[in-house]
């Protein structure tokens, strides 16, 4: 068995590959995303003393509250949970933040008796505890029990999520550091699944992909560093609709992600990458949408322009030649591919065609992953 898992600012997607069972008879649950269950718990949550530790995780919606309550109450969090809000530990320190060491902090839990599978314990009237992971182990461990799985069986773990990457440079831009740290790779040939990386490998700049592979090994145990991959979840759902689109032979296509935080516009020859835009969900306009896909293949907005905006920035294959107004006009008669939990933002849009890889929008993620790791067994 194989499980994939897609980490997202609003759902957690899994898909449980079996062998000799169909796409559409795996395993897949959509939950509700660890940063959504923190922020909804945070809301509610009156203890005068909040006790953060665990992983560093991604999340708008929960650092806001944190924020929130660190203005009246006192929060006290680990180095690594606290990266989770920046990287640089004084701008959480001057969010009235309070951070210890390990030791400092596990000294001060010794009294309680604490769920260690559980993202939140009420330690007592006045005390709460969040233990930060980006997926909910608990509740994937039930629901597999509660289906007669086992974990032991197992082989191999394969989770996407997405990380902007900690530059050296702390001056640097991290969503320019991400375009390059991202996809840099595809410079080679243009090949998403050459994204992928065991467990053992990722870079020293992607913090986020290290624990969320790190809490998988704590896991499954029973399982060598070898069986463990990582990819962002970014290319990982754009993966998931190449494959999907494969048995319609199109020589190049337009496929758009409409992700609960980030969206992607991809520009596809033969399967392979030549651009790549990456900009905020809420800043995406269905009215300009095509005006900007012109700008993007004729070489009139630019990755600098993306970033002065407030967008992530463009990714530009070193193979690829840009369009010109006869070429963009044959390729936007065709259908735009469109995925994403937000995908209605472009209903106005005249020619999108909705894409559902194993016959679910939500599963083009770990469809994704799950195609890129056989593809790399080859």
Same mark, same amino acid.
């Given at each position: 068995?194989?499980?994939?898992?897609?980490?997202?600012?609003?759902?957690?997607?899994?898909?449980?590959?079996?062998?000799?069972?169909?796409?559409?008879?795996?395993?897949?649950?959509?939950?509700?995303?660890?940063?959504?269950?923190?922020?909804?718990?945070?809301?509610?949550?009156?203890?005068?003393?909040?006790?953060?530790?665990?992983?560093?995780?991604?999340?708008?919606?929960?650092?806001?509250?944190?924020?929130?309550?660190?203005?009246?109450?006192?929060?006290?969090?680990?180095?690594?949970?606290?990266?989770?809000?920046?990287?640089?530990?004084?701008?959480?320190?001057?969010?009235?933040?309070?951070?210890?060491?390990?030791?400092?902090?596990?000294?001060?839990?010794?009294?309680?008796?604490?769920?260690?599978?559980?993202?939140?314990?009420?330690?007592?009237?006045?005390?709460?505890?969040?233990?930060?992971?980006?997926?909910?182990?608990?509740?994937?461990?039930?629901?597999?029990?509660?289906?007669?799985?086992?974990?032991?069986?197992?082989?191999?773990?394969?989770?996407?999520?997405?990380?902007?990457?900690?530059?050296?440079?702390?001056?640097?831009?991290?969503?320019?550091?991400?375009?390059?740290?991202?996809?840099?790779?595809?410079?080679?040939?243009?090949?998403?699944?050459?994204?992928?990386?065991?467990?053992?490998?990722?870079?020293?700049?992607?913090?986020?992909?290290?624990?969320?592979?790190?809490?998988?090994?704590?896991?499954?145990?029973?399982?060598?560093?070898?069986?463990?991959?990582?990819? +962002?979840?970014?290319?990982?759902?754009?993966?998931?609709?190449?494959?999907?689109?494969?048995?319609?032979?199109?020589?190049?296509?337009?496929?758009?992600?409409?992700?609960?935080?980030?969206?992607?516009?991809?520009?596809?020859?033969?399967?392979?990458?030549?651009?790549?835009?990456?900009?905020?969900?809420?800043?995406?306009?269905?009215?300009?949408?095509?005006?900007?896909?012109?700008?993007?293949?004729?070489?009139?907005?630019?990755?600098?322009?993306?970033?002065?905006?407030?967008?992530?920035?463009?990714?530009?294959?070193?193979?690829?030649?840009?369009?010109?107004?006869?070429?963009? +006009?044959?390729?936007?008669?065709?259908?735009?591919?469109?995925?994403?939990?937000?995908?209605?933002?472009?209903?106005?849009?005249?020619?999108?065609?909705?894409?559902?890889?194993?016959?679910?929008?939500?599963?083009?993620?770990?469809?994704?992953?799950?195609?890129?790791?056989?593809?790399?067994?080859?």
């Amino acid at each position: 068995m194989i499980l994939t898992i897609d980490i997202g600012k609003g759902t957690e997607d899994v898909m449980l590959f079996q062998e000799d069972t169909r796409f559409e008879n795996s395993l897949q649950l959509v939950y509700p995303s660890m940063a959504q269950l923190l922020a909804q718990k945070m809301m509610s949550d009156n203890s005068n003393l909040i006790l953060i530790d665990g992983d560093t995780i991604a999340g708008e919606p929960w650092h806001k509250e944190i924020y929130r309550i660190a203005k009246t109450r006192k929060v006290i969090m680990t180095e690594q949970a606290a990266r989770s809000l920046k990287y640089n530990l004084n701008r959480v320190r001057s969010k009235n933040i309070k951070i210890i060491s390990d030791d400092d902090f596990h000294e001060m839990l010794n009294k309680y008796t604490i769920n260690n599978l559980d993202y939140y314990n009420k330690l007592s009237d006045d005390v709460s505890y969040y233990k930060l992971s980006d997926i909910y182990w608990k509740r994937l461990l039930i629901n597999l029990e509660l289906s007669n799985i086992s974990i032991m069986n197992i082989e191999n773990v394969i989770i996407c999520c997405q990380d902007h990457g900690e530059p050296e440079n702390i001056d640097r831009s991290v969503r320019d550091f991400r375009i390059e740290e991202i996809y840099g790779k595809l410079q080679n040939n243009g090949l998403l699944e050459d994204l992928l990386v065991k467990g053992n490998k990722i870079s020293k700049y992607l913090p986020r992909h290290r624990a969320v592979i790190g809490s998988a090994e704590y896991i499954f145990q029973h399982l060598s560093t070898d069986n463990f991959f990582v990819m +962002d979840s970014s290319p990982a759902v754009i993966l998931g609709a190449i494959y999907a689109l494969q048995s319609m032979n199109i020589e190049r296509k337009i496929i758009l992600n409409l992700g609960n935080g980030h969206t992607l516009v991809v520009y596809v020859e033969h399967d392979k990458v030549m651009m790549i835009y990456e900009v905020h969900t809420s800043g995406v306009d269905a009215d300009k949408i095509i005006t900007q896909i012109r700008d993007l293949l004729s070489g009139r907005l630019t990755h600098e322009k993306v970033l002065n905006s407030g967008g992530h920035g463009v990714f530009i294959n070193a193979h690829f030649e840009y369009l010109n107004e006869l070429e963009l +006009d044959e390729l936007l008669s065709h259908k735009l591919f469109v995925l994403g939990p937000n995908r209605k933002i472009l209903d106005r849009v005249d020619n999108i065609e909705f894409v559902h890889p194993a016959g679910s929008m939500m599963m083009a993620g770990p469809v994704g992953l799950y195609y890129s790791f056989l593809t790399n067994k080859k």
